[in-house]
């Protein structure tokens, strides 16, 4: 009989037996963790989605610092409430669509950007309106009952006259189609939407902070650690270890996982099989303040 260490998940234990490369693929690759906000966040977007329809929804507009888990919190919203495309209906139904906004506010682009996700055949060339009444149709025949526009400030960058455009946009969607637009970005993207009285009132905002130092991250770190298919427990909640993973990662999720996977795979290939504060020091880490500083000389 195989008895499983307890520090790991079961599914993580399992990798323990496989060659380290695939076990260095499975620390690499990415993992749902749920942690308080997020479940919050999800909490809100679900009682959106099952808000009456109405010509007056409720918006939300997800503010937060890159690289802190806002496109992962949507995803996961839409892994949710997946496509539905069995046989037995007319046409495939899609309760929610998670649009990526290009870096230029580009009206016929956004609406590529729908058609494509639909699987819709479009001319790239053709005009914006037209884009716009053939999205507007798709998305009502697929029964579209939320649309998540990430990187929503990209589209509310610009000039004035560009902003304008797109907060007619936002509207014209969210009236035409009945159901509540989901934005997700930057703090640019919550002062856009200030500058149009009607838009603004039905946007509410929800912050997705930084972490702090307190039990909830400690509560993080050790499901990371459960997850992490390292022989020996790292005990990365010692004060000591949970500091100094803080320090480097400066509360942005991202930048926890990122360390936490290098100083895995590290002590994967060292043979440590576990993380202490020495591997944390010896990985190759600049932390994301200092990183930007550099960027900005
Ligand atoms: N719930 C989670 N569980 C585990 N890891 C997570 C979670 N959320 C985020 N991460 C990690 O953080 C990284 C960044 O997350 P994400 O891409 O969602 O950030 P973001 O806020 O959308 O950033 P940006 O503003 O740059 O688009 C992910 O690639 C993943 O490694
Ligand atoms: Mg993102």
Not at 149 to 175: C, P, T
Request: proline fraction near 7%; hydrophobic fraction near 40%; glycine fraction near 6%.
């Amino acid at each position: 009989m195989r008895v499983e260490p307890s520090h790991l998940r079961p599914e993580s234990a399992e990798y323990l037996e496989r060659p380290n490369a695939e076990r260095i693929r499975y620390i690499q690759s990415p993992h749902w963790i749920g942690y308080p906000r997020g479940k919050e966040i999800l909490g809100k977007l679900e009682e959106l989605l099952n808000y009456p329809k109405s010509h007056r929804m409720p918006n939300l507009l997800i503010v937060g610092d890159t690289n802190n888990g806002k496109s992962m919190l949507v995803q996961r919203f839409c892994q949710m409430h997946p496509p539905d495309d069995t046989p037995k209906r007319d046409a495939a139904t899609v309760p929610v669509l998670w649009v990526e906004s290009q870096p230029v506010p580009d009206e016929a682009r956004f609406y590529n950007a729908i058609l494509e996700l639909l699987f819709v055949p479009h001319k790239p060339t053709e005009r914006a309106d037209r884009k716009q009444f053939q999205a507007v149709k798709l998305m009502k025949a697929v029964g579209l009952r939320m649309l998540i526009i990430d990187e929503i400030h990209n589209l509310l960058a610009g000039s004035m006259a560009k902003q304008r455009i797109f907060l007619n946009v936002i509207k014209y969607l969210g009236n035409t189609l009945e159901i509540p637009i989901v934005g997700v970005g930057t703090r640019e993207a919550f002062r856009a939407i200030q500058t149009d009285p009607q838009l603004s009132n039905r946007f509410e905002q929800t912050v997705l902070g930084r972490w702090t130092n307190n039990e909830d991250f400690l509560r993080l770190l050790a499901t990371f650690e459960r997850l992490l298919p390292l022989r020996n427990a790292s005990n990365l909640v010692e004060n000591a270890l949970a500091d100094t993973v803080y320090a480097m990662s400066e509360g942005y999720i991202g930048e926890i996982s990122k360390v936490l996977v290098k100083a895995a795979v590290a002590a994967v290939e060292t043979g440590q099989e576990r993380i202490d504060r020495r591997l944390l020091g010896q990985i190759d880490w600049v932390p994301p303040s200092a990183r930007r500083r550099e960027l900005a000389v």
